[in-house]
T-cell receptor, first 115, second 115 residues
Framework: EAGVAQSPRYKIIEKRQSVAFWCNPISGHATLYWYQQILGQGPKLLIQFQNNGVVDDSQLPKDRFSAERLKGVDSTLKIQPAKLEDSAVYLC?????????????FGEGSRLTVL | QKEVEQNSGPLSVPEGAIASLNCTYSDRGSQSFFWYRQYSGKSPELIMFIYSNGDKEDGRFTAQLNKASQYVSLLIRDSQPSDSATYLCAVNTPMFSGGYNKLIFGAGTRLAVHP
């Protein structure tokens, strides 16, 4: 079974530039998550999709971050304009459901460096 | 108060010893609890989950849950150098609406097992 695919793996940009990350979840997984993990910290949930609807984006900085999940499969996370503090690994994860035993499967992550 | 708190470590134990990792959480409505392991530069991977008070054993790993004290722990018996990683406690917390849950991570405890 193929895992969660993410691209690009690495991206270096200057502040105020824009960047987009792509995620393809495990086939059949209804729930998709984007987490931000800053070095030395735990993953922070940015946005959670159930199929193609948003169920939580309370910690997404909506003035600069946007995300969509078209057709309930692939997802993109965009940052525009980027700030220095956005330097982090952006982890995409998926799960079959969000129930009590909802195990998350993570992709390899997209490491962003903002200069 | 952070939603999920862990001692950042590092926790250093000799090979063959028992490593004890602890976690507290703030939301009494939390339903299930997860331990993820994250090697340096890699994505988190699930080790165990628990949702009933008491102990749950899986090989060398034992998860312990005390909902009254809002406390979760992970014991690793016969620790090996390959267990050296960051251990993330994650708490499945219900959202206010929609019947969905979200997984909130702690900052992680870094474990170092020395030969």
């Amino acid at each position: 079974e193929a895992g969660v695919a993410q691209s690009p793996r690495y991206k270096i940009i200057e502040k105020r530039q824009s960047v987009a990350f792509w995620c393809n979840p495990i086939s059949g997984h209804a729930t998709l998550y984007w987490y931000q993990q800053i070095l030395g910290q735990g993953p922070k949930l940015l946005i959670q999709f159930q199929n193609n609807g948003v169920v939580d984006d309370s910690q997404l900085p909506k003035d600069r971050f946007s995300a969509e999940r078209l057709k309930g499969v692939d997802s993109t996370l965009k940052i525009q304009p980027a700030k220095l503090e956005d330097s982090a690994v952006y982890l995409c994860a998926s799960s079959v459901r969000t129930g009590v035993t909802g195990e998350l499967f993570f992709g390899e992550g997209s490491r962003l460096t903002v200069l | 108060q952070k939603e999920v708190e862990q001692n950042s470590g590092p926790l250093s134990v000799p090979e063959g010893a028992i490593a004890s990792l602890n976690c507290t959480y703030s939301d009494r409505g939390s339903q299930s609890f997860f331990w993820y392991r994250q090697y340096s530069g890699k994505s988190p991977e699930l080790i165990m989950f628990i949702y009933s008070n008491g102990d749950k054993e899986d090989g060398r790993f034992t998860a312990q849950l005390n909902k009254a004290s809002q406390y979760v722990s992970l014991l690793i018996r016969d620790s090996q150098p390959s267990d050296s990683a960051t251990y993330l406690c994650a708490v499945n917390t219900p959202m206010f609406s929609g019947g969905y849950n979200k997984l909130i991570f702690g900052a992680g405890t870094r474990l170092a097992v020395h030969p």
